[in-house]
Nanobody, 116 residues
Framework: VQLQASGGGLVQAGGSLSLSCAAS????????MGWYRQAPGKQRELAAS???????NYGDSVKGRFTISRDNAKNTVYLQMNSLKPEDTAVYYC???????????WGRGTLVTVSS
């Protein structure tokens, strides 16, 4: 299983970015998919997750600004990030957990930098 994340970049505060994470296998095989982030000097934290039923969960700091979605036809999970703040600057990682073996798969991170 390979996960390919894309969409990071540099944006000004208040702007928007959209991240994508494409899986090499069908995403119907994953019971949950999510985005985590790690800022310099900080622990990795949950940004958003979505399960097979479409239920979502967000970190407190991104609620109301970020939206996670999945497209099983494209084997992709998305993270729409609006009203970005400098404190959103981090490397963003996608993670998917399979039904088959309950193993977590991680994509390579994509850097998001928000300038003030």
């Amino acid at each position: 299983v390979q996960l390919q994340a894309s969409g990071g970049g540099l944006v000004q505060a208040g702007g928007s970015l959209s991240l994508s994470c494409a899986a090499s296998v069908s995403t119907v095989s994953f019971r949950s998919m999510g985005w985590y982030r790690q800022a310099p000097g900080k622990q990795r934290e949950l940004a958003a997750s979505i399960n097979s039923s479409g239920s979502t969960n967000y970190g407190d700091s991104v609620k109301g600004r970020f939206t996670i979605s999945r497209d099983n036809a494209k084997n992709t999970v998305y993270l729409q990030m609006n009203s970005l703040k400098p404190e959103d600057t981090a490397v963003y990682y996608c993670k998917m957990t399979r039904y088959l073996n309950n193993v977590d798969y991680w994509g390579r991170g994509t850097l998001v930098t928000v300038s003030s």
